[in-house]
């Protein structure tokens, strides 16, 4: 308490008792006067109290110890290089050691696909991904200096170069669990292959390989397919050539899943032949869809589109004049560009021959032509121009879109009218300088069999620059074209179940299924409830999942599932409306493919963070040099805690209980 609040208290007091004094002895008399002042005395010090709120400061020490990391890998790959029991005991070690316990809060923590406090070790981990704990060791020990004990084989299956994940002020000291003798081991370590392919057509497979020993070594590499083996090499290594890539053209001979088998054998023994072999699948489709952009004039949108189509290479495109389409019944797709009047006879044959259309308008478009050969929309334009920007509709349902960033892409170019959309569903709304408009600028139609699509703006190839400007890659915007060519290019009556699942998944890999629901107008329903079940073909167990919505979809993830084939049922549980598939999950455990630990990289990271690499072994020297090193001594710190005299409330029930008593008194002997 300060000098300044005790002179207020001390002259609170004589105020108190100035007025007291004041209103019961002046010029008063009898005994009463004595109890009453004490009353009103009360009163007044006590408001005076709530005023000047007098604190008591109370500064009690305790010391801070530095932050001692633990980290343990628990993933599966320390149990196959035979490690786990070294990994426990040395964990032990560190965690009963009384001098590190004295000196640092010692908090363990597992990491594997994910990072979990404690150190009860299961060693199931399906992934390694050590960039994580970096990422995670940062957002909870910020700018503090502190150690990390990096206990791990050092192999990471997912993450980014783990090295630099952690901060400069985390000095990390990794221990590397398992024998790191170099052994010989050939090893498959990557393959490049597409999900699909197409029939009668040769697809590309990229194989990657590894050697680890001391001579030169010759392997053998064989791709099969069941009993028939599809290509056969001869691989040479040597000690300064340890890897080698191959190139290899198979062939797609059959409609379906295909699976593959890629198998490295050496001359020598090995103690790891499991990453000598790499299974793979390739779904074949017997699926080309030929697209025509159809034009009579040059514009920069011819180009943009049929760039964006040709990224699919199930997609052939050609850009032709009215007058150069012989036949409709060629294509699957046509896309009308700024059609005008040569374009009637070309309309009218593709509407006998059920083709279906995309038409894009712009400044040269003939809109009296278009309200004549279509009913879809209606057109009463003006020869103004005006530019239209999207604005992206999520209830969308017609097929499954993302929202590419619409709202920072350039405006389309149209003449000024009003248009009227009499049978479809809108992807994208026009707005006119951020004031939406009432009318669409992307919209689709379906009537039976026959589908539609209408884009109102031109200069489409703006829209592609910007997203790569945003995205560093075309890749969004060409995903999004192809939907729409995908959505023309079928002609299936609409279904209000849709499903889309791979066809087959890896194992340890994230595995989602996504579905949608549409009522009988073919709006996204986003109260259905849908379910899945999903049955082992070969041993018939059944799993089933309550698929939870998110976004315009549902979705159910069945993470965990072991290698085979299943069957799957989607179902909306108040409609009985279902949909079947099948997939396959391909066995391959990522954490089985090492023979050795990552020497190399713990020491990158120790070297980065100024730690040193350590053996279990010497796990006393790593502690004498924690113990030595004078930055994590332990910090005493004040705390100063400053404390009401006495609490507010106290002196309100005070100061009530003195005004009623001396009402009360004065009352009973009339004073007032």
């Known amino acids: 308490m300060t000098s300044g609040t005790i002179l207020l208290l001390i002259l609170s007091l004589a105020v108190a008792a100035g007025l007291s004094y004041f209103q019961y002895f002046h010029k008063s008399t009898g005994k009463i006067r004595i109890w009453l002042s004490l009353l009103r005395f009360t009163t007044i010090f006590g408001l005076l109290l709530l005023l ?4 008591i400061s109370n500064t009690s020490y305790e010391t801070e110890k530095s932050p001692l990391v633990l980290a343990i890998d628990d993933s599966r790959s320390v149990r196959e290089l035979k490690a786990a029991e070294l990994a426990r005991a040395t964990a032990d070690k560190i965690l009963s050691d009384r001098r590190l ?5 010692v908090q363990p923590i597992l990491f594997s696909e994910d990072v979990v406090p404690g150190d009860t070790l299961s060693f199931e981990g399906s992934q390694t991904n050590i960039d994580k704990l970096g990422s995670y060791i ?24 783990y090295p630099y994940s952690f901060q400069s002020s985390s000095q990390v000291f990794p221990i590397v669990l398992g024998d790191t003798t170099e052994f010989f081991d050939l090893k498959v370590s990557r393959l490049n292959v597409n999900k699909y392919a197409f029939l009668k057509n040769r697809f590309p497979v990229e194989i990657f390989m590894q050697f680890s020993g001391k001579q030169a070594a010759r392997g053998a590499l064989t791709i099969t397919s069941g009993n028939q083996t599809l290509h ?4 040479t290594f040597s000690a300064t050539d340890r890897t080698q890539t191959v190139n290899v053209l198979l062939p797609a001979s059959k409609v379906g899943i295909q699976n593959f088998k890629v198998a490295l054998s050496g001359t020598q023994p090995e103690r790891n032949l499991i990453n000598n072999v790499r299974n793979f699948a390739v779904e074949v489709i017997d699926q080309k869809t030929e697209v025509a952009i159809v034009s009579e004039i040059n514009h920069p949108d011819l180009a943009a589109i049929k760039r964006a189509i040709s990224g699919n290479a199930q997609r052939q495109v050609k850009i032709l004049k009215p007058g150069a389409v012989t036949d409709v019944n060629l294509f699957n797709v046509l896309i ?10 070309l309309w009218e044959s593709a509407n006998q021959a059920g083709v279906n259309i995309w038409t894009i308008t712009g400044l040269h478009t003939d809109f009296d032509l278009l309200n004549a050969v279509q009913a879809d929309v209606a057109f009463r334009m003006s020869g103004q121009q005006e530019n239209y920007l999207p604005v992206f509709s999520e209830s969308f349902g017609f097929f499954a879109v993302d929202d590419i960033g619409f709202a920072s892409l350039p405006p389309l170019e149209n003449p000024y009218g009003v248009i009227t959309v009499r049978n479809g569903a809108t992807l994208l709304d026009a707005s006119i300088r951020n004031i939406k408009a009432s009318q669409p600028l992307l919209t689709f139609s379906e009537q039976g069999s026959k589908r539609s699509a209408y884009l109102f703006g031109e200069h489409l190839w703006k829209w592609r620059m910007q997203s790569h400007v945003d995205h560093k890659s075309f890749e969004k915007f060409d995903v999004f074209i192809d939907k729409i060519i995908q959505f023309l290019a079928t002609n299936n009556s609409r279904k209000s179940l849709i499903v889309e699942a791979s066809s087959f998944y890896n194992s340890g890999e994230e595995i989602e299924i996504t ?41 159910a993830n069945l993470d965990g599932l072991p290698s085979g084939r299943y069957k799957y049922t989607v179902k909306e549980t108040r409609s009985g409306t279902t949909q079947n598939g099948t997939f396959e999950i391909i066995d391959y455990d990522i954490e089985k493919q090492f023979v050795n630990p990552d020497l190399a990289k713990l020491r990158q990271t120790a070297s980065i963070t100024a730690g040193t690499v350590y053996m279990p072994d010497k796990v006393e020297s790593l502690i004498q040099q924690l113990m030595a090193d004078d930055r994590y001594k332990p910090v005493e710190k004040s ?34």
Do not use: C
């Not at 000047?52 to 604190?55: A, C, D, H």
């Not at 316990?101 to 809060?105: C, H, N």
């Not at 070969?538 to 315009?552: A, E, I």
């Not at 507010?648 to 009530?656: C, E, G, N, V």
């Open 52 to 55: 000047i709120n007098p604190v």
């Open 232 to 235: 056969r090499e001869t691989i």
């Open 515 to 555: 579905a949608q629901y549409f009522n009988k107008n073919f709006e996204l329903d986003e109260n259905a409830r849908l379910s899945l079940s999903v049955t082992n073909l070969s041993s018939r167990s059944v799993k089933n999942y309550d698929m939870l919505r998110g976004g315009n979809n549902y979705k």
């Open 138 to 161: 940062r957002s909870v020990h910020k700018n503090k200096i502190h150690p990390v004990i990096l206990l791990s084989d050092g192999n990471q299956t997912r993450g980014a170069d």
């Open 336 to 345: 009308f560009y700024q059609p005008d009047g040569s374009f009637r006879k």
């Open 639 to 672: 705390i100063v805690r400053r404390i009401p005299l006495i609490e507010w409330w106290w002196l309100l029930l005070i100061i009530a209980a003195s005004l009623a008593t001396e009402w009360l008194i004065r009352k009973y002997h009339g004073m007032l």
């Open 101 to 105: 316990r004295d000196k640092f809060s």
